[in-house]
């Protein structure tokens, strides 16, 4: 009986194993089918360019395995940054590609003179993830002289991108900046958003007509509503109004957000490029004002005690948005938290588990709020669990990360390489394949970067 046990145990780990190599492979497949010329799409038809924070997590799997492909992607990104410094959230490196909204034309990114006329772009950008993805891969190819060459020229244009969001998205220089587009934050429709979003009132003539592409590419009870789609459209017609970097954005824009996360990322980034100049020999002394700024008013300003969690600050209207989400956990990835904040963040997370969920839902199990189907209200992001997977081990939460790294490896076994993933274990049961596009970019790259020591 003992002998059957031990011979069982020894196969579920071997046939674990077998599962895990298998699928490192499928990830590398769907990320050289998803390749084009010097960049990554994140997925067939349904995000035909290059995004600028999935191409960073791309970036990060490649690394491990084809340091040329990883260098290229983040070279092509650069490629679209503008002269104030601001790293596009899309590239559109065709212009032949007619199946997404907002295409190209529709942003029209030419009202900023400093924006680039190839390639075209969107006229916001995305959590700035390339400081930390540039230390991970110069740590990791420290002896390859052309991976040092390259993090030496890039590094003044990820300091550039810094001084950008510092200097047209801080208005009370307090090192803590503002989006001004839910779609900036990443989190696209999350109901962090929702009571800002409703806010704006969409007004015959407000907007001008459009016509949507994903509700036909894939399905609708998985994609933001239209009355959102609505109110992202006004707001990228008021950036585009300002020339997307006038200061009078944050005097109009009623959607006017600190968020938690995005300010948490950036300080991660900051101290990524401190640590690079050390090791590099360069100058960082504007990124250390940076972030002894930031890191001495991020607490007062984003922390609620009675939630024990971060959360986003409305600047519009001056108030903490009381809810918990992903984006609060995220600060144990930039060190943040003193260890008794940690410590709360952890609980929460290892209740959720006891519940019934797969870790990170993207939001508040038990908000009336939460979906654990549509999109950021609810679903389990990879790219996310990699962020809070290295946040719990900064703070030797070693069984919470494990299970955090392990319930999204589980998740891609069952369900396959898809965008993002039901949280609830018992509706999993029920599932053959996960939520939104399927071979997506950033799940196969953060699955290998995660199985990177195999």
């Given at each position: 009986m003992v002998?059957?046990?031990?011979?069982?145990?020894?196969?579920?780990?071997?046939?674990?194993d077998?599962?895990t190599?298998?699928?490192?492979?499928?990830?590398?497949?769907?990320?050289?089918?998803?390749?084009?010329d010097?960049?990554?799409i994140?997925?067939?038809k349904?995000?035909p360019?290059?995004?600028?924070?999935?191409?960073?997590?791309?970036?990060?799997?490649?690394?491990?395995?084809?340091i040329?492909?990883?260098?290229?992607?983040?070279?092509?990104?650069?490629s679209?940054?503008?002269?104030?410094?601001?790293?596009?959230?899309?590239?559109?490196?065709?212009?032949?590609e007619?199946?997404y909204?907002?295409?190209?034309?529709?942003?029209?990114?030419?009202?900023?003179?400093?924006?680039?006329?190839?390639?075209?772009?969107?006229?916001?950008?995305?959590?700035?993830?390339?400081?930390?993805?540039l230390?991970?891969?110069l740590?990791?190819?420290?002896?390859?002289?052309?991976?040092?060459?390259?993090v030496?020229?890039?590094?003044?244009?990820?300091?550039?991108?810094?001084?950008?969001l510092?200097?047209?998205?801080?208005?009370?220089?307090?090192?803590?900046?503002?989006i001004?587009?839910?779609?900036?934050s990443?989190?696209?429709?999350?109901?962090?958003?929702?009571?800002?979003?409703?806010?704006?009132?969409?007004?015959?003539?407000?907007?001008?007509?459009?016509?949507?592409?994903?509700?036909?590419?894939?399905e609708e009870?998985?994609?933001?509503?239209?009355?959102?789609?609505?109110?992202?459209?006004?707001?990228?017609?008021?950036?585009?109004?300002y020339q997307?970097?006038?200061?009078e954005?944050?005097e109009?824009?009623?959607?006017?957000?600190?968020?938690?996360?995005?300010n948490?990322?950036?300080?991660?980034?900051?101290?990524s490029?401190?640590?690079?100049?050390?090791?590099?020999?360069?100058d960082?002394?504007e990124?250390?004002?940076?972030?002894?700024?930031?890191?001495?008013n991020?607490d007062?300003?984003?922390?609620?005690e009675?939630?024990?969690?971060?959360?986003a600050?409305?600047?519009?209207?001056?108030k903490?948005?009381?809810?918990?989400?992903?984006?609060?956990?995220?600060?144990l990835?930039?060190?943040?938290?003193?260890?008794?904040?940690?410590?709360?963040?952890?609980?929460?997370?290892e209740?959720?588990?006891?519940?019934?969920?797969?870790?990170c839902?993207?939001?508040?199990?038990?908000?009336?709020?939460f979906?654990?189907?549509?999109?950021?209200r609810?679903?389990?992001?990879?790219?996310?669990?990699w962020?809070v997977?290295?946040?719990?081990?900064?703070?030797?939460?070693?069984?919470?990360?494990?299970?955090?790294?392990?319930?999204?490896?589980t998740?891609?076994?069952?369900?396959?390489?898809?965008?993002?993933?039901?949280?609830?274990?018992?509706?999993v049961?029920?599932l053959?394949k996960?939520?939104g596009?399927?071979?997506?970019?950033?799940?196969?790259s953060?699955?290998?970067?995660?199985?990177s020591?195999?």
């Amino acid at each position: 009986m003992v002998l059957l046990f031990i011979f069982k145990s020894s196969w579920d780990y071997y046939k674990t194993d077998l599962d895990t190599l298998r699928d490192l492979d499928k990830a590398k497949q769907i990320l050289e089918n998803n390749w084009r010329d010097g960049f990554t799409i994140p997925t067939s038809k349904l995000y035909p360019f290059q995004w600028m924070w999935d191409s960073g997590f791309v970036s990060l799997g490649t690394s491990t395995y084809n340091i040329k492909m990883s260098l290229q992607e983040i070279k092509k990104m650069f490629s679209g940054q503008w002269e104030n410094g601001m790293i596009p959230h899309i590239l559109f490196h065709s212009e032949n590609e007619k199946t997404y909204f907002p295409n190209f034309d529709f942003w029209n990114s030419a009202v900023n003179a400093g924006a680039p006329s190839s390639p075209k772009s969107s006229g916001i950008t995305q959590p700035a993830v390339f400081g930390f993805i540039l230390e991970d891969i110069l740590k990791n190819h420290w002896k390859n002289q052309e991976v040092r060459d390259f993090v030496r020229h890039i590094f003044p244009k990820v300091v550039h991108y810094h001084r950008f969001l510092y200097t047209y998205r801080d208005p009370n220089r307090e090192g803590l900046f503002f989006i001004y587009h839910p779609w900036e934050s990443g989190r696209d429709n999350s109901p962090l958003w929702d009571e800002a979003m409703r806010s704006i009132e969409i007004l015959p003539g407000s907007i001008p007509p459009y016509q949507r592409r994903d509700t036909s590419i894939s399905e609708e009870d998985q994609r933001p509503t239209q009355d959102k789609y609505d109110r992202y459209v006004y707001l990228l017609e008021l950036g585009k109004k300002y020339q997307y970097d006038g200061k009078e954005i944050a005097e109009e824009s009623p959607f006017l957000m600190q968020d938690n996360m995005m300010n948490a990322i950036l300080i991660k980034s900051n101290a990524s490029l401190i640590q690079i100049a050390k090791d590099l020999q360069l100058d960082a002394g504007e990124v250390m004002e940076w972030q002894a700024l930031s890191r001495s008013n991020y607490d007062h300003k984003f922390w609620n005690e009675e939630l024990g969690m971060y959360v986003a600050y409305d600047l519009r209207n001056e108030k903490q948005v009381l809810h918990r989400e992903i984006g609060g956990i995220v600060p144990l990835f930039a060190n943040i938290p003193d260890e008794t904040k940690a410590s709360k963040i952890n609980t929460y997370l290892e209740d959720i588990s006891k519940r019934g969920f797969y870790l990170c839902p993207s939001f508040d199990v038990d908000s009336p709020h939460f979906e654990s189907k549509r999109y950021w209200r609810g679903p389990i992001w990879p790219q996310m669990n990699w962020m809070v997977y290295h946040g719990l081990l900064n703070y030797s939460f070693k069984e919470t990360a494990e299970l955090v790294k392990s319930d999204l490896i589980t998740l891609i076994h069952k369900l396959g390489f898809f965008e993002y993933f039901e949280a609830r274990k018992e509706v999993v049961e029920t599932l053959e394949k996960g939520y939104g596009g399927d071979n997506f970019s950033w799940t196969a790259s953060s699955y290998i970067h995660l199985n990177s020591g195999l």
